[in-house]
Nanobody, 122 residues
Framework: QVQLVESGGGLVQAGGSLRLSCAASGRTFSRYAMGWFRQAPGKEREFVARMRSGGTTYYADDVKGRFTISRDNAKNTVYLQMNSLKPEDTAVYYC????????????????WGQGTQVTVSS
């Protein structure tokens, strides 16, 4: 079973950038689809981006063109590069792993990290 640990969150001004990392344990990391989700206070957890094991990516409309998901299977790590950040991007960001081929919903992910806080000031 994969275990996930996120890092890289913090406080940034609007228009700035952050790169989140998610380090995975386990030797089968490359087989998993990896996703990023976020949850703002008082809101439900929402999908941000995902990358299939083969490398295909998919993004939520409100981050498309600003965020980029990538993975380094040799380092068992998935990244989320976030550019042109907006105050509405403020949330706890979670990475997650799924054994499904094309998981787009939170319920399709079986392993979750603890989350990392991203705060964007205006």
């Amino acid at each position: 079973q994969v275990q996930l640990v996120e890092s890289g969150g913090g406080l940034v001004q609007a228009g700035g950038s952050l790169r989140l990392s998610c380090a995975a344990s386990g030797r089968t990391f490359s087989r998993y689809a990896m996703g990023w989700f976020r949850q703002a206070p008082g809101k439900e957890r929402e999908f941000v981006a995902r990358m299939r094991s083969g490398g295909t990516t998919y993004y939520a409309d409100d981050v498309k063109g600003r965020f980029t998901i990538s993975r380094d299977n040799a380092k068992n790590t998935v990244y989320l590069q976030m550019n042109s950040l907006k105050p509405e991007d403020t949330a706890v960001y979670y990475c997650a792993a799924s054994s499904r081929v094309q998981p787009d919903f939170a319920w399709e992910y079986s392993v979750w990290g603890q989350g990392t806080q991203v705060t964007v000031s205006s």
